[in-house]
C-alpha cells in the first residue's frame, strides 16, 4: 500500500533504529512487549540494552579495550572475534550454534563472560538452547583465546565455517604487543595473510593501575 | 567487541582522516567511589579538544533510565540550545557510563589530547587507583603516530581479518565504506541506497544525507565528512 510500511517480525532484530529514527509521520512505531526468547534479539542488536552476563551494552566483552587492567589477552595467546552478521546481513542464532561447535569440536570453548556462553544447553557440544536458534540479530559476536601456536588450526577452522554458515562473518584478532610496542600479527599469520590496514590500539593507560577499593 | 575495527575504506594513502577515542572503566571498577568525577573530567577534555562528533544528535531522545529525571531537562533544553545539550549530555552520560566515545578528524587535536591526559588526570587515576583504559581506532600508521608525539607504547591490539562466509550477498564496496562506519551495524543499507536517491533528485544535499547516516550510531563516531564523500561518489555528483 502506498506510503505505508510493514516490519517483517520475522527478519525485524529489535535493534530500536526505527523507533529512535521519528522516520514514522504518524508516530506508529511502537516498541513490542518482548517475550522469551525474542528478547535475545534486542540484547544483542539494541546497544543500548545491556546483557546482565557482561555488564556491557552490545554484543560482546570488554575485549582489548580494558587489557591494560585486566591481561585477558597475554603474550602467547590471541584472542578470535568471529562477528556473525555483521556487515549487512544480521544473523540466526542456528549460525552462531555453528560456530560454537566448530570450535568446541577442536577443544576450544566460548569465554566465560561473552554473553553467547550463557545460551549453551550441552557444554560437550556447545549446542545452543534449540529454542533460540530461528532468532536473528543484527550481529553476534563469539569470542575464543587460543594460543598463538594454534593459528595453522585457526585458518582451518574460518575456512570450514565461511562454507557452513549461511551469512557473512568478520574476523578479528586481539594481541597484546610485544615488548616494543609493535604488533605480532606478521610473525604469527604471515605477511600475506589479509587485514585491514585500521583497528584497533590500546594505549596501556590503565597499566599499573590497581589498590584501593573496588 | 569488535566495533570499530571493521571500517572499510581507510587508506594509507590518506593519512589522519579519522582517529576515534574511547574510554572505559573496567567492570569492577564501575562502582569505585570517585572513578565518575574521572569519566566526566575526561568528557570535559575529549569535549575541549574539538571532536568531529560525540554521541549521536537523537540521543536526547533515547531513554535512558541511568539519567532519570535528567533526561525530561536535556529534552527540553535541547530545543533552544542542540550544541550545548550534547555537550552537557557528554558530561552527563561519562557520570553515569562506563564508555565514553568521540571520533577526530584532525590527529594534532588527538595528540593534544593526549598530552593534555598524561598530565594530572592520569596522575591522579594512579594514586587513587582508577584504571580508565583509553583506545585509539583508525589507520595503525595514524595510532603509531600518536603514541610517538605522546612518548606511549601500543599496549595491545585488535586486528581484522576481514569478511568470510557468505560474502557474495554483501553491498558494493562504496556502500561498505558507510554501513561500517557503526560498528554496532545500525546503518542499514537500505538507508543508504534510499538516501543515495534523493542525492539523485535533488531532495537532499550530500551533507544532509551525511548526517542523516551518522543518526542512528548511538555512539556518535560516524565521520560526516567522509561520508559525504562517499555520498557524492554513489550518487555521482
Known amino acids: 500500500m502506498r506510503d505505508k510500511a510493514w516490519i517483517d517480525p520475522d527478519e525485524c532484530a529489535e535493534c530500536g533504529v526505527c523507533q529512535r529514527s521519528g522516520i514514522c509521520p504518524q508516530d506508529a512505531i511502537l516498541p513490542g512487549k518482548l517475550e522469551w526468547p525474542r528478547t535475545l534479539r534486542e540484547t544483542f542488536s539494541n546497544p543500548l540494552a545491556e546483557h546482565k552476563a557482561t555488564g556491557v551494552a552490545g554484543r560482546g566483552t570488554e575485549g582489548i579495550k580494558t587489557n591494560d587492567f585486566t591481561n585477558r589477552y597475554r603474550r602467547g595467546f590471541m584472542g578470535v572475534f568471529i562477528e556473525l552478521g555483521r556487515p549487512a546481513l544480521g544473523t540466526r542464532f542456528a549460525d552462531v550454534e555453528a560456530v560454537v561447535k566448530q570450535f568446541k569440536s577442536r577443544g576450544y570453548s566460548v569465554v566465560d563472560d561473552n554473553p553467547v556462553a550463557g545460551l549453551i544447553a550441552d557444554p560437550l557440544t556447545g549446542a545452543l538452547k534449540p529454542e533460540i536458534l530461528h532468532e536473528k540479530a543484527i550481529s553476534v559476536l563469539v569470542e575464543f583465546i587460543l594460543p598463538q601456536s594454534a593459528v595453522a588450526e585457526l585458518e ?3 575456512n570450514e565455517l565461511a562454507g557452513d554458515v549461511e551469512t557473512v562473518f568478520n574476523v578479528s584478532i586481539a594481541l597484546r604487543a ?6 605480532p600479527i606478521d610473525n604469527i599469520f604471515g605477511p600475506d595473510t589479509f587485514r585491514l590496514p585500521n583497528g584497533k590500539v590500546n594505549l596501556g593507560m590503565a597499566e599499573g593501575i590497581a589498590g584501593g577499593e573496588k | 567487541m569488535s566495533h570499530t575495527s571493521q571500517r572499510r575504506g581507510l587508506k594509507a594513502e590518506h593519512p589522519g582522516e579519522e582517529i576515534i577515542v574511547l574510554a572505559m572503566i573496567p567492570r569492577e571498577y564501575k562502582q569505585k567511589v570517585g572513578i565518575e568525577s574521572a569519566m566526566s573530567e575526561l568528557a570535559e577534555k575529549i569535549l575541549a579538544h574539538h571532536p568531529h562528533l560525540w554521541i549521536s544528535h537523537n540521543f536526547v531522545e533515547l531513554d535512558i533510565p541511568r539519567l532519570g529525571s535528567m533526561q525530561s531537562i536535556l529534552r527540553l533544553m535541547h530545543r533552544i540550545r542542540p550544541e550545548a545539550t550534547r555537550d552537557l549530555l557528554m558530561l552527563k552520560a561519562a557520570e553515569k557510563s562506563s564508555v565514553i566515545t568521540a571520533i577526530y578528524t584532525n590527529p594534532q587535536n588527538v595528540y593534544d589530547l593526549l598530552d593534555d591526559i598524561q598530565g594530572d588526570w592520569l596522575e591522579t587515576n594512579r594514586r587513587k587507583g582508577y584504571p580508565i583504559s583509553i ?8 595510532v603509531h ?6 612518548g606511549r607504547r601500543e599496549h595491545t591490539y585488535l586486528h581484522s581479518l576481514g569478511f568470510f562466509g557468505q560474502t557474495g550477498g554483501l553491498p558494493g564496496e562504496s556502500e561498505l565504506e558507510l554501513v561500517t562506519m557503526c560498528g554496532h551495524g545500525l ?6 541506497r534510499d538516501l543515495v536517491g534523493k542525492i539523485q533528485r535533488k531532495a537532499l544535499t550530500p551533507k ?3 548526517e542523516d547516516i551518522a543518526r542512528p550510531c548511538v555512539c556518535g563516531i560516524v565521520n560526516r565528512d567522509r561520508a559525504e564523500k562517499i555520498l557524492r561518489r554513489l550518487a555521482k555528483v
Open chain 2, 187 to 192: 546503518i542499514s543499507i537500505n538507508r543508504v
Open chain 2, 208 to 210: 544532509e544525507a551525511a
Open chain 1, 178 to 183: 610485544g615488548p616494543d610496542g609493535a604488533s
Open chain 2, 135 to 142: 583506545v585509539l581506532s583508525g589507520l595503525f600508521d595514524d
Open chain 2, 145 to 150: 603516530k600518536c603514541c610517538k608525539h605522546t
Open chain 1, 156 to 158: 582451518t577452522i574460518l
